[in-house]
Each structure stands twice: as C-alpha cells, then as structure tokens.
C-alpha cells in the first residue's frame, strides 16, 4: 500500500474529500518514524499505511483514516499530543492519545490480566468508538504480519487476540474484522489443526461455491415471484467457525454439512417473515438443529 494508492481508494469512495489533508498526515507520519522499520525489513510508516487502508475498507471517516495513519506516533516516537493537536486539529489528537491509553494497559495482576477485565478497560478507556475501530485495524495488521516475531511471542499475541481483540470486534459488529481475527489466531495457536482443515477446505471450495450460487438464485426467483424486495448474499463459514463447530459438537469436517451461509435482508419485518416461509418451502427445516 501507497499513499497515492490509499488517496486513490478515499477518492473512490468520497470525491468531495479534502485529500491534502490526508497526504500532510501521512508526510507528518513519514518524518516522525523516519529511521524506524518493521521486523519485516519494511519502513516503519509502511504499517500506519495498512492501518488507515483498512479503516478505508470499513468506509470510516476521512479524520479515523488520518488518526490512523498517526496511531504510532505519541507512543512510538517523540512527538506530542500538543503538537498533533496543533498540526491536525483536537479531534485527530484525542483519538491518537486514545490509542496510545489502550496500548498502555499495565496489570497488577493475573485477575486483572483475564481477558473480560482487559475487554471492559477497553471498552471504558474509549471515550470515542472510533479509537477500538483503529486499535482494530492495528491489531489486523499487526496479526498479517506475525510470522516475523519468534514463536512465544507469535502464540502470546495471538492468544490475545482470540480472547480479547476477536470478541471486541464482534461485540462492535465487524464481522470480517472478527473472523480474520480468528483465523490468524488459530494459525499460530493450533498450526497443525489449521493448515489440515485449510487443505480440506480448500479441496471442496469450488463445489460450495456453485451451491452458494444455485441456492442464491433460487432464493431470488421465488422471492421475486411473490413480489418480495431482497439483498441476498452468500459466504464460506471462515476456518475458526469450523473448527469450533467441530469440536461442540465432536465431529469431523466430512460431517459437518453447515460450511456455507446465506443471508437475505428485505425492508420489512412482514416480509422477513415471508422470506423465511420461502425458505421453509424450498428446504425441510432440522428439527431441533441449531446453527
């Protein structure tokens, strides 16, 4: 990621805005980890990048994606929150000192360190939603690139992010965010699990994929037929979600059947109803299954 391709993405989605902006907090961002690199080997200012990209993905505001680009730089290098506020306003330099708090978390001990204590002071600490969603975004992009840490330091990490960072998103509706959460986690916590059911996975993913579409369009037939207005959409369960389901209900992937989801969203709660009387017809419900 480039910041002409991120300027390029925000222009995309919004011609009205203000791109100079976005292009001095990255100049900004560029000189005050000038010298610092990743364990990847790539410049530090490389991972402000993916984070505001990320918030870009989520369509959050032009004043999010530039806190973004500068989430690092209070704690990180020696700027001040004066002289962000005096660069970019109190809005951008309250969100980055918001970051900045969460990532400070100390405990004093191993009670306060449980996963739903550290959720709360999250939580309480965040005056702004906004400040989660880029904490988020860096921990999404710190989990891409965890391969360049050492292995306790790869499972400790994404051991929090399971029990911690995960179930934020969820609880803020992120879904993607959550389920790629997930995924990465379980990479490095349970390897052997993971890249087994990924090659499963995988070997059956053109066939789900054509019964997501041959499901899509029968769903859309009927739905038009009896005049019903919908959004239907169709997905792959992700790699965690199946392994979860596997394990509550002590089963191999070949018989797990659930591996794909289709979701309807019509206007009305009339018609919602009538979209799953449509359903009923097409399939047999399970009595008694739950999902």
């Known amino acids: 990621m480039t910041i002409a391709e991120l300027i390029d993405k925000v222009k995309q989605q919004n011609p ?4 100079s902006r976005l292009a001095r907090a990255y100049e900004f961002a560029e000189h005050a980890h000038q010298g610092q690199m ?16 990320i918030l870009t993905e989520l369509q959050l505001d032009l004043t999010t994606i530039i806190a973004g680009l500068l989430h690092d730089t209070l704690e990180d290098t020696s700027t001040t929150q004066e002289q962000l506020k005096s ?20 405990f004093r001990s191993q009670e306060e360190r ?41 499972k400790r990490i994404a051991r929090d992010t399971l029990d911690i960072y995960a179930p934020l998103a969820h609880r803020l509706g992120i879904g993607k965010i959550k389920s790629e959460l997930e995924d990465l986690s379980m990479r490095y916590l349970f390897p052997e699990i993971y890249f087994k059911l990924l090659e499963q996975v995988a070997k059956k993913q053109q066939a789900r994929e054509a019964s997501i579409a041959t499901v899509k369009q029968m769903l859309q037939s ?16 992700h790699l965690y979600s199946i392994y979860r389901k ?33 359903v009923h017809t097409l399939w047999t419900p399970i009595h008694g299954y739950l999902l």
Do not use: W
Request: with cysteine.
């Open 246 to 278: 596997m394990e509550r209900q002590k089963k191999e992937l070949n018989e797990i059947y659930d591996l794909t989801a289709v979701r309807i969203i019509t206007d009305t709660i009339r018609n919602c109803y009538a979209a799953l009387g449509i």
């Open 222 to 237: 009927k739905l038009e037929e009896h005049h019903i207005p919908a959004e239907i959409s169709g997905r792959h369960k």
């Open 87 to 106: 660069e970019f306003g109190v809005d951008i330099s309250n969100l980055v000192a918001g970051v900045s708090k969460i990532s400070a978390i100390a």
């Open 38 to 53: 990743r364990l990847s080997g790539d410049p530090y200012v490389s991972h402000c990048l993916e984070v505001a990209n």
């Open 16 to 19: 009205q805005t203000d791109i």
């Open 114 to 154: 449980l996963a739903e204590n550290f959720r709360k002071m999250i939580i309480a600490m965040a005056e702004d939603v906004r400040v989660l969603l880029i904490k988020l975004a860096d921990r999404l992009h710190n989990m891409r690139t965890l391969q360049y840490l050492p292995e306790a330091k790869q």
